[in-house]
């Protein structure tokens, strides 16, 4: 560990010292509010270091060669601390629930934040598992959080099956590092172009499906998406929002790092085999979910059906843009949509907690007329649903026009038909909660109030939404120039 | 022994605690199935590293220092760290365990359903 490596992990140091900070303050001060907010302004720091990074830095490795400091890793930390920064704000009044345990909430937001940003950045098998491990463990605390039989039922759940998926991931890792023999996904790639492994190639087609098992579990693509509705439906509503946007984006940094840079030479049998995943995880999530009265347990599968369409990026391992060194548009097309998913889903969940916490029913046709009583949320909400159905001038329309645009690029056009044709199905139930908010008779007239800070994360979600989706450009040169990396791998 | 016979042995651990996983019904034992899992995974872990080891050493007989280290130890060192972070999954899921039991009084995992319905 040298100085320089100090200076390119400073992030991750900084964010894991602001939450012991937040654990400290707890204990010393007597109002909860003064935690959030040193919790909030001090993700201040984390962020000016990721964008000092980001300017400064082309591509470097630290500490022995486990962890890339490359602007892959570097557009996602800024996701993952813009994503905590607003969802701190969002659930500032649904926090405040927790009376004297607001600290460690906030101090396992913080922890788990620190443990995908790394998750985003490692290029060896060890480290992407211990990484895991940091992100996973305190999203279980945190699903069990309000400690009622719903909150715990999801908390058992959600440690039981990503305990069970990390031994299946951990069990093809070691079968990975030992027919290739080293854990350097670097390597990795230079061992599987050679060929020259024991027992050939079962070897690693047995080590790579079980690591392919185990991120379905983390990203929750079908067939391995049962524990997320109940999970979404039973934790707190903050950390639903957390999980379907932080937790999925690191879980598909870590995967493209994976597949793109280790396991370049055989793109053609994970190609296939995340193509036809990407086209069950769609279908599935958008049929199960017009089904669903609760509209946590109706998002939870429309969650599936989003990591299906943006599997539609990772399988178009083939599409480059024209051009001596073409960009690789799978990938780039799936961080500007993580990005574009996040922005929408934390609008979603803010409108819900705003109108929930006050209703204090989940049941969709409970949000009936609230168009009246909450103009601005409820507008926030039907929005937030448009741009999820991918309706244009909203960000999931850019989004999918990108990603499908990979696809039919990377020959993969049934796959982009079974795209297109899944988000006009999920239209229906999108669609039926903004005929509810609208249509509904509302059972009082009585306005439904929200605090300062729910309202400012509704604006920036909402107005994120509305900006990606007018002016896509900037983002859209962010995630490519993210994306270089893989271009420089040799083929 | 054969580092082959090793990894059947790891196999055969990982597919009892699988097994155990799918089938058990107290949350404990559930955990306790996990953790045959991981010690199949920890099994394998070493069984590999015996073969990767020398394999590594013979195609860099050149290689000194930090270099022989980290061919040699990186399969027990990945070892250890899947015994430390499945202690911590245990702890962790032992208390959640317990916040279940406290909310329901029950850990059987087929009748903590509430959301099923």
Same mark, same amino acid.
């Given at each position: 560990?040298? *100085?320089? $490596?100090?200076?390119?992990?400073?992030?991750?140091?900084?964010?894991?010292?602001? #939450?012991?900070?937040?654990?400290?303050? $707890?204990?010393?001060?007597?109002?909860?509010?003064?935690v959030?907010?040193?919790?909030?302004?001090?993700l201040?720091?984390?962020?000016?270091?990721?964008v000092?990074?980001?300017t400064?830095?082309d591509?470097?490795?630290?500490?022995?060669?486990?962890?890339?400091?490359?602007?892959?890793?570097?557009?996602?930390?800024?996701?993952?601390?813009?994503?905590?920064?607003?969802?701190?704000?969002?659930?500032?009044?649904?926090?405040?629930?927790?009376?004297?345990? @607001?600290?460690?909430?906030?101090?396992?937001?913080?922890?788990?934040?620190?443990?995908?940003? %790394?998750?985003?950045?490692?290029?060896?098998?060890?480290?992407i598992?211990?990484?895991? =491990?940091?992100? *996973?463990?305190?999203?279980? *605390?945190?699903?069990? !959080?309000?400690r009622?039989?719903?909150s715990t039922? #999801?908390?058992?759940?959600?440690?039981?099956?990503?305990?069970?998926? /990390?031994?299946? %991931?951990?069990?093809?890792?070691?079968?990975?590092?030992?027919?290739?023999?080293?854990?350097?996904? @670097? =390597?990795?790639?230079?061992?599987?172009?050679q060929?020259?492994?024991?027992?050939?190639?079962?070897?690693?087609?047995?080590?790579?499906?079980?690591?392919?098992?185990?991120?379905?579990?983390?990203?929750?693509m079908?067939?391995?998406?049962?524990?997320?509705?109940?999970?979404? =439906?039973?934790?707190?509503?903050?950390?639903?929002?957390?999980l379907?946007?932080a937790?999925?984006?690191?879980?598909?940094?870590?995967?493209?790092?994976i597949f793109?840079?280790?396991?370049? #030479?055989?793109?053609?049998?994970?190609?296939?085999?995340?193509?036809? %995943?990407s086209?069950?995880?769609?279908?599935?999530?958008?049929?199960?979910?017009?089904? @669903?009265?609760n509209?946590?347990?109706?998002?939870?599968?429309?969650?599936?059906?989003?990591?299906?369409?943006?599997l539609?990026?990772?399988?178009?391992?083939?599409?480059? /843009?024209?051009?001596?060194?073409?960009?690789?548009?799978?990938?780039?097309?799936?961080?500007?949509?993580?990005?574009?998913?996040?922005?929408?889903?934390?609008?979603?969940?803010?409108?819900?907690?705003?109108?929930?916490?006050?209703?204090?029913?989940?049941?969709?046709?409970? !949000?009936?007329?609230?168009?009246?009583?909450?103009?601005?949320?409820?507008?926030?909400?039907?929005?937030?649903?448009?741009?999820?159905?991918?309706?244009?001038?909203t960000?999931?329309?850019?989004?999918?026009?990108?990603?499908?645009?990979?696809?039919?690029?990377?020959?993969?056009?049934?796959?982009?038909?079974?795209?297109?044709?899944?988000?006009v199905? /999920?239209?229906?139930?999108?669609?039926?909660?903004?005929?509810?908010?609208?249509?509904?008779?509302?059972?009082?007239?009585?306005?439904?109030?929200?605090s300062?800070?729910?309202?400012?994360?509704?604006?920036?979600?909402?107005?994120?939404?509305?900006?990606?989706?007018?002016?896509?450009?900037?983002?859209?040169?962010?995630?490519?120039?993210?994306?270089?990396i893989? /271009?420089?791998?040799?083929? | 022994?054969?580092?082959?016979?090793?990894?059947?042995?790891?196999a055969?651990?990982?597919?009892?605690?699988l097994?155990?996983?799918?089938?058990?019904?107290n949350?404990?034992?559930?955990?306790?199935?996990?953790?045959?899992?991981?010690?199949?995974?920890?099994?394998?872990?070493?069984?590999?590293?015996?073969? &990767?080891?020398?394999?590594?050493?013979?195609?860099n007989?050149?290689?000194?220092?930090?270099?022989?280290?980290?061919?040699?130890l990186?399969?027990?060192?990945?070892?250890?760290?899947?015994?430390? &972070?499945?202690?911590?999954?245990?702890?962790?899921?032992l208390?959640? &365990?317990?916040?279940?039991?406290?909310?329901?009084?029950? &850990?059987d995992?087929?009748?903590?359903?509430?959301?099923?319905r």
């Amino acid at each position: 560990m040298t *100085a320089r $490596d100090l200076y390119l992990l400073s992030p991750e140091i900084a964010l894991a010292g602001v #939450a012991i900070l937040v654990v400290i303050l $707890d204990l010393l001060v007597r109002s909860k509010r003064v935690v959030g907010a040193v919790a909030f302004l001090g993700l201040a720091v984390p962020i000016a270091l990721t964008v000092v990074l980001w300017t400064s830095i082309d591509s470097e490795t630290a500490v022995f060669g486990t962890l890339a400091v490359d602007k892959f890793a570097l557009f996602f930390k800024i996701l993952v601390l813009a994503i905590v920064g607003v969802l701190i704000l969002g659930s500032a009044d649904y926090v405040a629930r927790f009376q004297r345990y @607001q600290g460690e909430f906030y101090a396992l937001v913080l922890f788990s934040a620190t443990g995908m940003m %790394l998750l985003a950045a490692t290029t060896e098998l060890i480290s992407i598992y211990i990484s895991l =491990e940091l992100t *996973a463990l305190p999203l279980a *605390a945190l699903a069990a !959080f309000l400690r009622d039989e719903r909150s715990t039922e #999801a908390g058992i759940k959600f440690l039981l099956l990503s305990a069970m998926s /990390s031994a299946l %991931l951990l069990y093809g890792m070691v079968l990975v590092y030992g027919f290739t023999g080293s854990t350097q996904l @670097q =390597e990795i790639a230079g061992a599987v172009a050679q060929g020259d492994m024991p027992f050939g190639s079962y070897a690693l087609l047995a080590g790579v499906t079980l690591m392919v098992v185990g991120f379905g579990f983390k990203i929750a693509m079908v067939p391995f998406q049962m524990w997320v509705p109940d999970v979404y =439906e039973g934790a707190p509503t903050p950390i639903t929002t957390y999980l379907s946007v932080a937790s999925k984006a690191a879980g598909f940094a870590v995967l493209l790092r994976i597949f793109y840079f280790a396991l370049p #030479a055989v793109s053609g049998d994970w190609g296939t085999l995340f193509a036809v %995943l990407s086209a069950l995880s769609m279908t599935v999530g958008n049929l199960v979910a017009i089904a @669903q009265n609760n509209i946590k347990r109706m998002l939870a599968y429309s969650t599936i059906a989003h990591a299906g369409y943006i599997l539609v990026g990772v399988a178009a391992f083939a599409a480059r /843009s024209p051009g001596p060194d073409g960009v690789a548009l799978g990938p780039s097309g799936v961080l500007f949509y993580l990005a574009a998913y996040a922005a929408t889903n934390l609008a979603a969940f803010f409108a819900i907690m705003a109108i929930a916490s006050r209703t204090g029913s989940e049941q969709i046709d409970d !949000f009936a007329g609230i168009a009246r009583r909450a103009p601005w949320v409820a507008a926030v909400l039907a929005f937030a649903m448009l741009s999820l159905i991918g309706i244009p001038p909203t960000a999931g329309f850019m989004g999918k026009l990108y990603l499908f645009n990979a696809a039919v690029r990377g020959d993969l056009v049934w796959l982009a038909v079974v795209g297109v044709i899944s988000s006009v199905v /999920s239209a229906y139930y999108y669609l039926r909660v903004v005929r509810v908010l609208y249509l509904g008779a509302a059972p009082s007239e009585e306005a439904i109030p929200s605090s300062w800070p729910v309202r400012l994360a509704l604006a920036l979600t909402g107005g994120s939404i509305l900006a990606i989706g007018l002016l896509p450009g900037r983002l859209l040169e962010l995630g490519e120039a993210a994306v270089r990396i893989f /271009s420089l791998t040799p083929q | 022994m054969m580092p082959e016979r090793l990894l059947v042995l790891s196999a055969v651990l990982f597919s009892i605690g699988l097994y155990g996983v799918l089938t058990r019904r107290n949350a404990v034992s559930v955990l306790m199935a996990i953790e045959i899992m991981f010690n199949g995974v920890i099994i394998a872990a070493i069984a590999v590293s015996r073969y &990767v080891a020398p394999a590594a050493l013979r195609a860099n007989p050149a290689a000194t220092g930090d270099a022989v280290v980290q061919m040699v130890l990186t399969g027990q060192v990945f070892a250890i760290f899947i015994i430390t &972070v499945a202690a911590a999954e245990v702890a962790l899921g032992l208390a959640i &365990v317990i916040a279940v039991y406290r909310a329901r009084g029950t &850990v059987d995992v087929t009748e903590v359903n509430l959301l099923r319905r």
